[in-house]
């Protein structure tokens, strides 16, 4: 697949199928993203892989814990909540990313930045070798209580959890706004 295809195919899954996602295969993308991508200094990150179905439901314990507070969620029944954690649950695998933070506002915007160029890289190289991922920064999941549960610690920045796994329908693709609607030309 080229490039451009590649780019322009992939698509955000958000259902994933039962297949199970090999761990050697996710160090492998994140190795060859981190090697694509050039940077003067090498980018400040590190992940969590959960993966297990212990380290699943954990995680989706944590994701739903501050949910639970929600006054309005507090009305769903337990049913329901079931069921949402189930689906969470059933995500084949979830790799929390995490940045470093610096001090200096540019330094840590720029490390942010190439953080997330490295998870667009590996999103890309999944996409090549079927893998499908869902970019997830829910507010649900941006909370205090959320980063100590996964051990964000000082001096550090969450950035996201990539959801991972097969899938077999791709969706479709949203529309885009043409670039020419994004700039302004001088006279
Ligand atoms: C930085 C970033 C954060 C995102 N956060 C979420 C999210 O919290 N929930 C979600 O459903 N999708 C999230 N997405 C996925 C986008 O909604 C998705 O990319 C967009 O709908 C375009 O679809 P596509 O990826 O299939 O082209 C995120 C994507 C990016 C790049």
Redesign the pocket.
Known sequence: MGLTELVRE?????KFNHLPVSQELVVELLEKATQLYHLEEAARWRYVYAGTPEARERLSDYMLEKMKENKLVKLVPDKMMGIIKKRFTEIPANLIVIAETDPDRRKSDENYAAV?SI??IF?LLGWERGLGM??????T?QNELFYQRIGVREGERFV?ILHLGYFDKV?R??GRTPAEKKWTVKG
């Open positions: 992939r698509r955000s899954i958000r997330c998870m667009q999103q869902l970019w997830d920064t829910e507010r999941i996201g969706p693709g949203r």
